[in-house]
């Protein structure tokens, strides 16, 4: 069976990316990057382990032109790049547990990759550029095996003009200074899904964060300075909020990109969350998704779905942090926004299943509330004890993982000491809303 036929089952909510024959362990990623005309060369050093006997694999990479493939530990015989999949061909079937460099040198303008609930990737700003590429817009801007189940680590250079800020995943481990760019290199040395990868640049400045527990920088135009800062200004709190309900922040550091654009949404990527101007403010609607965005890195990132109709164990999760920020913020108990958006929920349409939502809808805001709301139930049903013992330990187990919805289930029964399927199947698999348990307040 071809590479390509195998990754129609990779992901149904993103058909056609991926391919389960094999993984990537690591991605050594070396992009110079022209604003003036959007353009990028790249060289991807990609170390891969074949999980299955196979003559092909296949990666995705969007829009770009491949120039040149290499492959070490087995015979290139040819290889193709077609419909955003850049397939090899090797000169024989290659036995599972093969391991295999691969370098791919590309070029062009990258371009945002279509998908069932919208376009994904690398965007550019009006100076500068972000990559949100939530669920399928990595191959916007790097050869890559695109499903969220096939972690790697990375290391991501970028050479851009001096007068650019560059932010990608993880710890800068260098800035170097040639003519007048500057290459900045990152490494993330975590378990990462391709579409957490990013890179984020602007004319930006950089503001430490202090009293978190980890290093937390804030990038933004100098023209932001006062409204991010306040509007930032709970960031290390919220981080110790968390950390404590959740588990220590699970990577080394946490970047906030404030784009000098507006943003119809902020988003996660792994330790960087990217927010446009709009959301610089004290608003309850700023501060709940500077809470939820902050929340993303233990509950998608950390841990993450390994299929796309699990968006709940992400969106739900988040959704429910806001609330509880909302707690410890002294604006309303969890409780009072769950009845708030319980009640909302009930004048909506009881027409999508919340454990799987389905490729269109995994973005539709009753995933993200009722996601939120199961775990309400769950807290009510269990005691707060347990509750936040089962997110902890949620976290320790999976970090640098994959789960499934199943998993968390078998969790939440062990450590309930009793099945509690049908508290999930009314929440997750039917479509009429429950009525909403009651629950004290944090004690
Ligand atoms: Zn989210």
New binding site residues.
Partial sequence: MSANATSIDADPYVPGHGDTAYGVDRYELDLTYKAAGNHLTGRAQLTVTLDSDTPTIALDLHALKVTRVDVKGATLSRWSHRSSRLTLRFGETVPAGTVLTLTIAYAGTPRTVPGPDGRAGWEELADGVIVAAQPHGAPSWFPCNDRSADKATYRISVTTDTAYTVVANGSLIERRKAGRATRWTYAMDEPMAPYLATVQIGRYETTEVAGAAVPVRLFHAARLRAVAGQAFADQARMIEVFSTLFGPYPFAEYAVVVTDDVLEIP??SQAVSTFGANHCTRSWDAQRLIA??LS?QWF?NAVTAAQWSDIWL??GF??YAEWLWSEAAGIATAQEQAVRHHQKLATSAQDILVGAPGASDMFDDRV?KRGALTLHALRSEVGDVTFFAILRDWVTRHHGGVVTTAQFEALCDRAAGRRLAGLFDVWLRQPALPALPALPALP
Wanted: charged share 25%; glycine share 10%.
């Fill in positions: 988003l996660e939820h965005e993303h998608g992400h969106e988040a959704c993200y």
